[in-house]
């Protein structure tokens, strides 16, 4: 009996391609993924290209400084470029609004500046066309305008009647359209799916993780899931409506509820009840703190007086410039680690106030399927904040560590004596700059996309129940007229 | 008859419910507005009171010692945004309003970020112009997709087309009595927003005010246009949607990324690099050269006689100088880089009546690149400023305490850049006439069609 469903979402299918409109519509959003692959690769290439051109030069001026203090190193510091990930190219998420360029220096934690939104004209705020866009925002309005009449058409002309005169039952009525436009959904989400695959790989080099691999293949499913979903919403509107004209005004009513109104609602919400303090109060409060607990660069400093005291008394000297060792390379070290853990709390706060204001817009998610699809298409692409976050810890781990080398260099080779007017500054030969490697980025696996992204997937599957239920449902209590 | 049609128009319960529904989105964003307002005054009241507590004390500590004092005193600016600003916060999020700078190299801080959460940044600001550019097209497009098409689909049409003297003037009618509806509804969110916000009644106000307005306008020629296409009410549904899906996303989108791929601008990380490497450099190179150049760049302070110090603060500042001047031209490129971005919208935008009233009201109310841009450049004037104050006091050492302090205001720059009206308007005026126009055109053939 699986014929009747054929044959009715075949008729879908024909009515579809014969509408002018939505034939141009179709061909419309084609060029658009079209587009949106050339400039996603484009950008990736560019992007990637140059942060790679300059970390290599950024290390070289590293290794090609000459004998040196070690302290004037942990100030001539190195950078760490953020690069794309592979998938970025079909999902732009935050991209664009994260910085791409950290420089990472002793004592200091500098912000990650250069992103494409500080360099944007404001167009950038009207979005952007890459393919996941066209897929979760475009994509669903065509099946909607491609689907509203599905049923209520039938009802309006009175096809409807007879069809289920003829014995037809609801339930292959609606499987049918169903499956009518998710055939007009294939034609679109397959080749986009293709292009994503073919480019997923060509940006690799050849060199296709496991990691990647899954993430690619949840992205088809969840995109193929989110796209069928969007096809029975469709149906069942038009099925539960007079006429197809209130089928449609309910369907673009709910579309741009879902995709425009709500989202900027709930982070509208989000960010209204938990304000983030401004960037001078951030770093005035680290300040603060790094005074109440030891200010390094103070010499009548009392956290600092009493290690000295001890250190003192350890070495049974009367004087820092009788210890065995630099000392002030010593202070260096105490300062480094107090200054980082206090920066790294405050910035574990602030964190936390910024995923309060997103707490909405996650949440919403269940209620949202748009939401749902955006938030873990992101985290799959790695375009999502909490990527940026690792990028972030993982460029702070690397500076806390290269200052903490070279304080150990200066503490071992550096003598203790402070040098005349006349001598020769003191250095430490340049073969030690090797010792510190290159900053390599390490992208973390994709089990961190299910801690994140754990209310999206959930959504998933709540949605998916939710829509067989009704239309289990549906199919008792349709009627004809 | 146009008395009947508007009790019949403002009693349906669609048109209330989208009424209610944008007069609370549209309250809503003037709240959102205020409290932007406030959070900006905040952050200059934090920046004010860090200032205020951390230079007497750096001064107390380091007492003898101007050059270092002033390695780490950071000297503040302020971007003001006026109460306009609330309106179209355009890309003030994304780029902070408060630049803090030592008189160490500029282009090492120039570029500093503000403290941001992206999320909120990608979904945007539910601002007043979000509510005008986005959402008010949707009402509008609700309230005159079926004008006539719904008429023909319950057979009525042909009666009021017999009734009626002059139809088109009838048509005219009921298109007029909505945009009164829209008009006094965007009236009473821009006076709700002057008592809300505090908005001077200037210039500005006027020229954001006729923007908006005129891009109503836009939006009901082309809803005037659709209808004297005489289609089904689904049609017109659908056509109109997808202009709007095309003015509003598809088009600035797609330009977007067009700019982006045109004009990267790897030039940002190649300025940081390279003043990165000129001034450090100089630790290693001979200092009697670093300082002539220092000298030829600012001669004035040859004659300056330098106190001996244990550091040698006017070689520190000279290689500090240097890693300006030696990334100075790789700075220009950037500059120039972002001045082609922002001529490339701009003459696009002129031809995408969507983005260009976006753009104009982000350059009325001082949120776009272009007041980022003077911004910028105000900051360097301003860092220069500081730094010929403080480099003769620095090589002679100048008494630290002797200096006030406390007198060193956060400094204010306000964006006076001109904005001609007829830039503003001249494109949405020709875009309405154009769509009107056409709309009038084809009404006198089709009026009839029954």
């Known amino acids: 009996m699986l014929r009747t469903q054929r044959l009715i979402a075949r008729q879908v299918w024909a009515t579809a391609f014969k509408n002018r409109a939505v034939f141009g519509l179709l061909i419309g959003i084609g060029l658009l993924l079209a587009y949106a692959a050339v400039t996603g690769w484009v950008s990736f290439r560019q992007q990637n290209e140059t942060g790679r051109r300059y970390q290599q030069q950024a ?52 912000s990650v500046n250069f992103s494409e939104a500080g360099f944007s004209t404001g167009l950038l705020r009207f979005g952007e066309i890459s393919m996941a866009m066209v897929l979760q925002l475009l994509l669903p309005l065509l099946l909607f305008f491609v689907g509203f009449g599905t049923v209520a058409t039938d009802r309006e002309t009175g096809t409807l009647k007879l069809l289920l005169s003829q014995g037809v039952s609801w339930q292959r009525l609606l499987v049918g359209k169903s499956l009518g436009l998710l055939a007009v959904m294939l034609s679109l989400y397959g080749p986009a799916m293709v292009v994503t695959g073919l480019l997923w790989f060509g940006l690799q080099s050849g060199q296709v993780s496991a990691d990647q691999t899954i993430r690619l293949l949840l992205l088809m499913v969840a995109y193929f899931l989110y796209l069928n979903l969007f096809c029975v919403i469709a149906v069942l509107v038009s099925a539960r409506s007079k006429t197809a004209k209130t089928a449609l005004v309910s369907l673009i ?229 | 008859m146009i008395r009947l049609a508007f009790i019949q128009f403002i009693r349906s319960g669609g048109i209330r419910i989208g009424l209610v529904f944008l007069l609370a989105i549209g309250v809503t964003s003037l709240f959102v507005g205020k409290q932007f307002a406030q959070r900006q005054q905040q952050g200059i009241a934090d920046v004010i009171q860090f200032q205020q507590t951390d230079f007497p004390r750096q001064a107390a500590q380091h007492r003898d010692d ?133 908005i001077p009644l200037d210039g500005s106000l006027r020229l954001f005010l006729g923007t908006s307005v005129g891009y109503i306008l836009l939006w009901f020629s082309i809803c005037f246009w659709v209808a004297s296409l005489q289609r089904r009410s689904s049609t017109n549904a659908i056509l109109l949607l997808g202009i709007w899906l095309g003015l509003l996303i598809v088009l600035p989108a797609g330009v977007n990324n067009y700019i982006t791929v045109r004009y990267p601008v790897p030039e940002a990380q190649a300025t940081t690099l390279a003043q990165r490497k000129g001034y450090h450099e100089k630790w290693d190179t001979d200092k009697t050269e670093t300082v002539e150049k220092f000298y030829a760049h600012y001669p004035q302070f040859r004659q300056v006689p330098t106190a001996q110090m244990p550091t040698d603060w006017r070689w520190y500042y000279a290689m500090q100088q240097l890693g300006d001047d030696e990334s100075a031209g790789q700075a220009r490129e950037l500059r120039q880089k972002l001045e082609q971005r922002e001529r490339a919208s701009r003459t696009i935008a002129q031809f995408i009546p969507s983005l260009h009233t976006q753009l104009q009201l982000g350059e009325l109310a001082r949120s776009g690149l272009g007041n980022q841009l003077r911004f910028m450049d105000y900051t360097g004037q301003f860092h220069e400023k500081m730094r010929l104050y403080f480099y003769p006091k620095i090589f002679t050492n100048a008494p630290v305490l002797t200096e006030k302090w406390t007198a060193f205001q956060v400094d204010t720059f306000t964006d006076e850049a001109p904005i001609h009206p007829l830039s503003t308007l001249g494109p949405l005026m020709l875009f309405i006439a154009l769509v009107a126009g056409l709309g009038w055109f084809r009404f006198r053939q089709t009026i009839y069609h029954l």
Request: glycine residues 6%.
């Open chain 1, 59 to 110: 290390r070289q001026d590293w290794l090609s400084n000459p004998d040196k203090h070690p302290h004037r190193m942990a100030h001539y510091g190195h950078f760490a470029f953020r690069p794309k990930a592979p998938l970025s190219m079909f999902d732009f998420g935050m991209e664009s609004f994260l910085g791409n360029t950290i420089f990472l220096e002793a004592h200091k934690q500098n």
């Open chain 1, 253 to 481: 009513g709910l579309w741009l509820m879902l995709t425009l109104v709500l989202p900027r609602a709930s982070q509208a919400l989000g960010s209204y009840l938990y304000p983030a303090p401004s960037k001078a109060k951030f770093l005035a409060d680290i300040q603060a703190d790094v005074l109440k607990e030891g200010d390094s660069h103070n010499p009548g400093d009392p956290h600092y007086k009493g290690l000295r005291d001890s250190l003192l008394t350890a070495y049974g000297v009367d004087s820092v410039q009788k210890l065995p060792f630099n000392y002030s390379g010593f202070v260096m070290t105490e300062g480094e680690r107090i200054s980082a853990r206090l920066y790294n709390d405050h910035f574990g706060r602030l964190l936390t106030i910024y995923n309060q204001q997103n707490r909405f817009s996650k949440a919403m998610a269940i209620v949202n399927p748009y939401l749902a699809v955006r938030n873990l298409s992101m985290a799959l692409s790695g375009t999502d904040f909490a990527s940026y976050v690792d990028f972030q810890r993982q460029a702070e781990q690397y500076r806390y560590d290269m200052a903490q080398k070279l304080n150990g260099l200066q503490i071992e080779l550096i003598s203790n004596k402070k040098p005349g007017p006349t001598d020769k500054p003191y250095q430490i030969d340049r073969h030690h700059w090797e010792e510190i490697p290159d900053f390599t980025y390490l992208s973390p696996g994709v089990a961190r996309v299910f801690e994140h992204e754990a209310i999206s997937l959930l959504a998933f599957a709540f949605w998916a129940g939710l829509l067989g239920l009704i239309a289990w449902r549906f199919t008792k209590t349709l009627t004809a007229i």
């Open chain 2, 66 to 198: 101007m050059g270092l004092l002033l390695y780490y005193l950071k000297f503040s600016v302020i971007n003001e945004a006026r109460p306009l600003t609330a309106l179209a916060i355009g890309q003030r999020d994304v780029n902070g309003s408060v630049q803090s700078v030592t008189i160490r190299g500029l282009e090492g801080q120039k570029y500093d970020a503000d403290l941001t959460n992206p999320a909120n940044l990608l979904l945007g600001n539910v601002d007043f112009s979000f509510v005008l550019v986005y959402l008010f097209p949707l009402l509008i497009i609700a309230f005159t997709y079926s004008i006539i098409s719904n008429e023909k689909e319950n057979g009525t049409w042909s009666i009021v087309a017999v009734q009626s003297r002059h139809l088109l003037g009838f048509v005219g009618g009921l298109f007029l009595l909505r945009l009164a509806v829209v008009m006094a509804m965007l009236l009473l969110l821009i006076a709700l927003a002057i008592a809300l916000l505090d």
